[in-house]
Every structure is written in C-alpha cells, then in structure tokens.
C-alpha cells in the first residue's frame, strides 16, 4: 500500500494502535490535523456511520458537495456553455470554494475578514483579481 501511495499526506487512524506500516497513528477521526479530500474505511459494519460522519466533518467529499452546491445555482447554466458560449470550469470554481472555507476554519480564531472579488471563471481555472485577509492579532 505504501509504495503505490502518491504524493501527499496521509494519516492513518486506530483507536488500537500508536503507528501503522511505521506511520504514526492517531485515536479517531477528529484527532487528525486540518481537514483531508478522501478517506478510505476500512472496519466493522458497526462504526462504519459514525466514521463517515467524522470524515465529513473533516472536509472529506468536500469538492462534489461544493460542485453539487454550484449546479443547484440558476446561473450555473453559463457554466454550461450558455447560448453558445465557452464552457466554464466549474470544477475549478467548487475547489476555490473548498480551499476558501479550509483556510476560513483552520484559522476561525485568527481571521477577522475575508474579501475575494471578483473571481474570474475560464474554460480552464480559475483568477482572483483582489483578496483580502485581514487577521486579528
């Protein structure tokens, strides 16, 4: 499992265990630092909800709720192509969701605003003309 892993971090969790494959091993879910994109579980049928509950809280599934979020949206037609025009990453757009609100609750006790305007769609990614953070201190 080891050698196929790709680039990245991953965390392994076991209420039973201090390290897995030499990798150290947290207690539950919630223990994990920041929030992670995917969760592969593996236990008893018996745990299996609570687990995906964790996960969720933890961003996993993140990206497909954002992109189902910004479908739902009546102008998501100009993503579409709309009236023949280009096809607009929406994908691209559901990830700068993901990514804002990652960074907005990884530092909720330090951020005291938060302004991106305007975001510019293209067929593939996304810009950012202006941001701004401002932080307490």
Known sequence: MIEYMREGSYYFVNPGRD???GKPCYRTVEEVPGSFDLAVICTPQGT????LKSSRAKGAGAEAEALKMLRSLKGYKLFAGYRGGKKL????????IVRVARMAADEKDRLAELDINPVFVYETGVALADALVLKYD
């Open 48 to 51: 299996v909800e609570a687990l």
């Open 89 to 96: 990453d929406g994908q691209a757009v559901a990830d700068l």
């Open 19 to 21: 390290e897995v494959f």
